[in-house]
């Protein structure tokens, strides 16, 4: 069992930044694969970036590719999303999800999801 909680969403200017963390607890966090996943209202969740277990290798979606860059920190148990150069079209739900599949881009193959924190961009 694997417990997440998101924290840093916000208000934003457009161009801005934000920081986004998820807080894991359970048993052998670090030996998951964590992911950033979004929703905005009226459309689907939507895949943004993960990160194997090791922090080796990151993925992104071609829309935050070169704005977004995901990382952890196993001795915290904390995966983070730093999100630059924010357009109106990042504003949604973030929600940080655990696997132990390969499948990473799909919401589906992760078992374990927080429950979410709003991200708001202004014009």
């Known amino acids: 069992q694997v417990q997440l909680v998101e924290s840093g969403g916000g208000l934003v200017q457009a161009g801005g930044s934000l920081r986004l963390s998820c807080a894991a607890s359970g048993r052998t966090v670090s030996s998951y694969n964590l992911g950033w996943f979004r929703q905005a209202p009226g459309k689907e969740r939507e895949f943004v970036a993960a990160i194997t277990y090791s922090g080796g290798n990151t993925y992104y979606s071609d829309s935050v590719k070169g704005r977004f860059t995901i990382s952890r920190d196993n001795a915290k148990n904390t995966v983070y999303l730093q999100m630059n150069s924010l357009k109106l079209e990042d504003a949604a739900v973030y929600y940080c999800?655990?696997?132990?599949?390969?499948?990473?881009?799909?919401?589906?193959?992760?078992?374990?999801w927080g429950q979410g924190t709003q991200v708001t961009v202004a014009s």
């Open positions: 999800a655990a696997t132990f599949e390969l499948l990473l881009r799909i919401s589906q193959q992760y078992a374990y």
